[in-house]
């Protein structure tokens, strides 16, 4: 099993920067790819951003040059640092974990809101 838990989210006006933590706990060195997704009312779960153990990372067009991912493989935690943020960026940003056992994990959720 492996416990995810978010801090980093919270209330930002249009244009400034938030910064996203995810701590895995648990059986946490079973972890492969890590990355963060978004959800809207009445959306599905987008992915945001995600990271292999060696750095390699993925992004979704709408946040590219403005989003970055990261990972300290050490203590099994990936950030997101959101620049340039959007009123459209506001979402409940939820931390997500791949296994090398081919299970997935998901945080709790931490609400991000952009105000225009």
């Known amino acids: 099993q492996v416990l995810l838990v978010e801090s980093g989210g919270g209330l930002v006006q249009a244009g400034g920067s938030l910064r996203l933590s995810c701590a895995a706990s648990?059986?946490?060195?079973?972890?492969?790819?890590m990355g963060w997704y978004r959800q809207t009312p009445g959306k599905q779960r987008e992915l945001v951003a995600l990271?292999?153990?060696?750095?390699?990372?993925n992004y979704a067009d709408s946040v590219k040059g403005r989003f970055t991912i990261s990972r300290d493989n050490a203590k099994i935690t990936v950030y997101l640092q959101m620049n340039s943020l959007k009123p459209e960026d506001t979402a409940v940003y939820y931390c997500?974990?791949?296994?090398?056992?081919?299970?997935?994990?998901w945080g709790q959720g931490t609400q991000v809101t952009v105000s225009s």
């Open positions: 997500y974990a791949y296994t090398w056992t081919r299970q997935d994990y």
């Open positions: 990271i292999t153990p060696g750095g390699r990372t």
């Open positions: 648990g059986s946490r060195f079973s972890i492969n790819d």
